[in-house]
């Protein structure tokens, strides 16, 4: 991709930041149930994918259920074939939210370890998490939950090469501001074939922040600031998901299964992942 075109593609984010003024917060565009989340994941895009956990020099791993103790200031790392990244025991906070580039029919990456976010951090207000930091490993799937005084935060990820595979849930009583800043490379840009607005780095990536029951608050080219509402989510999904044509999300906070599932099929307008491929 030309700088000249990556610079027409970006013009439609970056205006909304002219002047210094801030956009006006909108309502999220995407659906991202928990229950999707899996769904959208697809069984050969996570084929051989399994994540392990890092903790005080502890390895976890397998599939099951473990309690860690994370001490004030702790770090676990999270380890996968497809996806890492390391988690503030503080916070559930996210730092260097990495595709691996290993092996795969459906890899984005052209084979390279590429970072998609520098950090995707939640602002508690100076609350923390303290308590056992619960993990859950299922085949390539991963929760993780921690609690604090009134607060809880959760995390949903899948190891695979696409899909929708990251969310980030806070249940807090109020809302929480949750920022997304994109690794090197990476930026946000409007999508003329969908209108939406995607990230990607110059090649036939395509990803998506994935929001629900939550407003943009501000927007750059690296950087995306949501505020979320306590029940609602802040999602990621990489790939062919990321330009598929649907619907925006519903109202819902818990149980969402059956009103945000997907009904059929959805069009894919964007070249890089319809028929024919891109011409970059």
């Not at 799937?141 to 969310?167: H, P, T, Y």
Request: with cysteine; proline share 4%.
């Amino acid at each position: 991709m030309s700088h000249v075109l990556r610079a027409a593609l970006l013009l439609p984010v970056l205006g909304l930041m002219a002047c210094g003024t801030a956009p006006t917060p909108q309502t999220a565009s995407a659906p991202a149930s928990t229950a999707l989340l899996s769904a959208q994941a697809t069984s050969s895009a996570c084929d051989g994918g399994g994540f392990r956990l890092v903790s005080g020099g502890t390895t976890f791993q397998g599939n099951r259920g473990f309690d860690l103790s994370v001490p004030a200031g702790g770090k676990v790392q999270v380890l996968g074939k497809y996806v890492e990244f390391e988690v503030d025991g503080d916070t559930l906070s996210v730092s260097n939210y990495v595709l691996t580039g290993a092996a795969n029919a459906l890899d984005i990456t052209g084979g390279r370890r590429t970072v998609v976010f520098a950090s995707k951090t939640a602002d508690l207000g100076g609350r923390k998490l303290s308590g056992s930091l619960k993990a859950s490993v299922s085949g390539s799937a991963l929760v993780l939950e921690r609690r604090g005084s009134g607060i809880k935060m959760k995390i949903q990820a899948k190891d695979c090469a696409q899909g929708g595979i990251f969310q980030m849930e806070p249940e807090t009583g109020s809302p929480v501001q949750l920022t997304h800043t994109l690794g090197a490379g990476m930026y946000y840009f409007k999508n003329p074939y969908t209108g939406k607005v995607n990230l990607g780095n110059g090649t036939d990536f395509r990803g998506k922040d994935s929001p629900q029951v939550a407003k943009l608050l501000s927007q750059s080219e690296t950087v995306s600031v949501w505020s979320v509402q306590s029940g609602g989510r802040l999602g990621g999904v990489l790939g062919e998901d990321a330009v598929e044509i649907g619907a925006g999300p519903t109202q819902c906070v818990r149980d969402c299964q059956a009103q945000n599932q997907i009904r059929g099929t959805l069009p894919v307008t964007d070249p890089a992942y319809s028929e024919g491929g891109a011409d970059n």
